[in-house]
């Protein structure tokens, strides 16, 4: 097989018509096989590896269990945006043999929106006329029976494939499939099938009870096929369908509590919590009241209080005048009277003096002492420490009390707005749509857990049936009974029996190998393999070291898991013999300097007779470039216009013939 072109309408980053020329040129007398393309990331590489695909397999190229609306969806997304175009196309161009003799196959595939919906159009030509023998419902079975989605897979591949592989993330049956495909020893199978309904439908009457009972299975097994098929459409339609309505859920109840949705549905929760707030409210002000009633109004005049305290300072702590009178009073009774009597001889200067002292001490130091609220006070110590609580305990208090009552009077008005969306919400309609979108999204995952539960019961049954019809052959092509008519046939699907379990060892042998051979030629570390272990019917690989003790996979590094990968699928393609060409997308992402220059001088000119290589400027630089540059056929350069929105194809590579263009280009512009 070999690839001749490729053609890109308004598909992806590909503006108006692109098609690349992919057939290997001859070069120094011989064919070069490499076809190298160029392009930074998010220019359109994978694009191109992607167009193939879907050329072939259509919605088969996104996996094998793909609801229509997603491909639908995929389709409207590779519609480029700057062409203005409502559609797209993709062309495939091969030349394939078929019993010794070339033909030219030309695929067409081109779809145009139509709003949410996509139209789909498949035209498929051979030697340049449309193929009538197969009727056009059935073209997409007829070229995957042509190049079976399971080969593909083995000889178009990026990293992400070789990631899969390496990692371990490929499933094993459906690499097993692919194995079985590739190696053609379903085929076999398919034979051995057919033979046995042959079989069963010319024994004897003695043995009919088998034939119908093998018929019966073979019903059975046809039936299951169909229904899993069915239900495994159904599966993929109903995902599809769960995550649209939930995304739409997610949508209306972001909107829903956005607009006091959230709110109405906890409205209990918020009036509590507001009349946890008010009756907090109501204790701070309650508090600040009896607080005013005290020593609060002197926090308020704090110069007036600082001035009072001065002046009770003042006028002395403990003074009593009072009981300074009362004794200016006996004194005066005593110079009068005599009583008691005096010893002393005092002179009128004497008691003058005397009554003057006493007298003095009847007034107040300064004239603050008239003052009626000294007056009042009374003990001036008791009054200074009362002033002093003002300033260490009021003040400080009255500030926490006033602060926590604003923050309380916040959380009232919000709780307050909370309530008014509440109030709002829950009258609208956005509850009613978000309940009846949970309700669809439960009826629809309830759905969809039905049909999974079913479709894992039918393939638990087609394994048990495929169990059944193995034993029915095997009793059938051994069976004594088998009349002349039969005996041949009984005798060929014996031998087909035989010749599957030979054909699997024989070929499983060449394709451990192989990879050993690849393996080692490609890694770092010599002989770093010694053998390989598949499993016949599970298809699990084991690696085998120098030793001979089992080495688990986890146990190379990631450049060799990546090795590992690649050699697995070279093996493959050189195990069976299928002349296809090799498509590699950006495979040198994870590996070292020494790993990537023995894959450009071992792997890539010796991969297949024709290899489109995709490739970043970090991954093929100069050094690389200049060992791959005589396997090269040609090569092509990928660039993205971020003016127009498109990805321009020039010939060369980077550093080479592209810049000498633009070189050119410029000089003639000069």
Known sequence: MILRNVTLQDFGVYAGTTTLDLIPRRKDGH?????????????GKTTLLEAV???????????ARVAQADYDAFLRDRVNRASGSEGAAVSLEFDYAEAGTIHRYRIRREWATRGRSV???????????????????????FLQELIPPGVSQLFFFDGEKISEIAEGRDDDEQLGTAIRSLLGIDLVGRLRVDLGLYIARHQKDDDSATATWLEAVNRDIQVAERRAAVLGDDVAELVSQRDSQARAAEQVRRQFVAEGGDAAVQRDKIEAERGEVRRAMGHAEHELRDTANKLLPFAMAPKLTAAFRDALAGAGAGYDAGATALLLDAIVEWRAEGVPARDAKWSTAHWADLEGFLRARTRAPDATADCPAIREVGDGTTAIARLDEVESIVRPRVADLLSEMDRLSV???????????????????????????????????????????????IKGQLVTLEREQKRLLSEQAGSEKAQMRSALAARAAQALADYEERLLTHKLGQLKSEFVRCFNHLARKENLVADVEIDPTSFAITLIDRAGNSMPKASLSAGEKQIYAIAMLWALARTSGRPLPMIIDTPLARLDSEHRAKLVERYFPRASHQVILLSTDTEIDEGLLAKLKPSISHSYRLDFDQVDGRTDVTPGYFGTDSHAAEGRRALQQA
């Open 411 to 457: 959380r009232d008005g919000a709780l307050q707005a909370a309530l008014g969306r509440a109030d709002s919400a829950s009258a609208g309609l956005l509850l009613d749509e978000l309940q009846l979108t949970e309700r669809r999204l439960g009826a629809t995952e309830a759905v969809l857990a039905a049909r999974q539960e079913e479709w894992k019961l």
């Open 53 to 63: 695909r879907l050329a072939l397999y259509g919605r088969r190229a996104l996996g």
């Open 31 to 43: 064919t070069a096989p490499v076809i190298l393309i160029g392009g930074k990331n998010g220019v």
């Open 119 to 141: 139209v789909e159009t498949l035209d498929l030509l051979k030697d340049g006329e449309m193929i009538t023998s197969v009727p056009r419902e059935e073209w997409h079975s």
